[in-house]
């Protein structure tokens, strides 16, 4: 198994810890007190948690425990009951998901969301909305400001495409690829936002071990070549150790570790969480 280079963590205002090179630069993500009630139940409750500027974040714990709830409180899905949420130092409160998207955060989904009919390219370029600039009548008469910026975005989405070597595959229709390109270009299209905070909501979901082992090995060439700090919720613990700086566990909704994948593995209250508590004799 290929060995990836772990920083050291270090501790941040709070409980939070962040990586040590990511230091003197102000987090990109920190939840202070974050909870949403839905009714009477706590579904996500007093969450501490802070991302530094280029690290690879796992979210992890067994199913039920809130981790998607909490990429949705990130995105704005949801407006969280209580708590505060700054993304690069800016409190997204009144935020909408549109413009928590336009600020910084881009996402995927446990269930795949592209648009099967169009192409693959097409998939890409709908990511990079926010950057096309050419008013409403040149879009509608197809006039020469037009086709200069749909130039500039097949060329961009080519190049996010070669990320994942996708470009030969650029005019399919996005729902006709296996389900593993499908997920591969998912991350494509959320790139195209760019964003300084990727989502991940299990990547690895339906891929065999070799598909497996290059998105972990794509997943450390986003970082490294966007200079960006990726969070992903994931099952598979190779993966999640092998790759993530900084880990937390949910259960119930409560965060009951934080730290580095070592720590995390060791812990007894992590280990009870996945396991059990053993019975008595």
């Not at 592209?114 to 990511?127: P, Q, R, T, Y």
């Not at 990079?128 to 961009?156: I, M, S, T």
Request: with cysteine; glycine share 8%; charged share 20%.
């Amino acid at each position: 198994m290929k060995e990836y280079p772990k920083p050291k963590l270090v501790p941040v205002p709070t409980t939070n810890i962040i990586p040590e090179r990511d230091i003197g630069k102000s987090p990109i993500l920190e939840c202070r007190h974050l909870g949403i009630d839905f009714g009477g139940l706590t579904a996500v409750g007093d969450f501490n948690m802070a991302i530094g500027r280029t690290e690879i974040a796992g979210l992890i714990g067994p199913n039920g425990a809130g981790k998607t709830t909490v990429f949705n409180l990130l995105t704005k899905v949801y407006q969280p009951t209580r708590g505060t949420i700054l993304l690069d130092g800016q409190d997204t409160h009144s935020m909408t998901t549109a413009q928590v998207s336009r600020a910084g955060i881009a996402r995927t989904f446990q269930n795949i969301r592209l648009f099967n009919k169009l192409s693959v390219a097409d998939n890409v370029k709908v990511g990079l909305h926010n950057q096309v600039e050419y008013p409403l009548w040149d879009g509608l008469f197809r006039l020469p400001r037009y086709w200069r910026q749909e130039r500039v975005a097949q060329e961009r989405a080519m190049e996010l495409l070669s990320i994942f070597d996708m470009e030969g595959v650029a005019n399919t229709p996005a729902g006709s690829l296996p389900y593993g390109a499908q997920r591969r270009l998912e991350i494509v299209r959320a790139l195209a936002t760019g964003p300084s905070l990727l989502l991940l909501d299990e990547p690895a979901a339906g891929m065999n071990p070799s598909e497996t082992a290059e998105l972990m090995d794509n997943i450390v060439k986003i970082r490294d070549t966007f200079g960006i700090a990726i969070m992903l919720i994931e099952h598979d613990m190779n993966l999640v150790m092998n790759i993530c700086e900084g880990i937390c566990v949910l259960n119930f909704g409560q965060i009951i570790a934080k730290g580095t994948p070592e720590e995390i593995q060791a812990d007894p209250a992590v280990i009870e969480a996945y396991l059990g508590k053993r019975k008595e004799a």
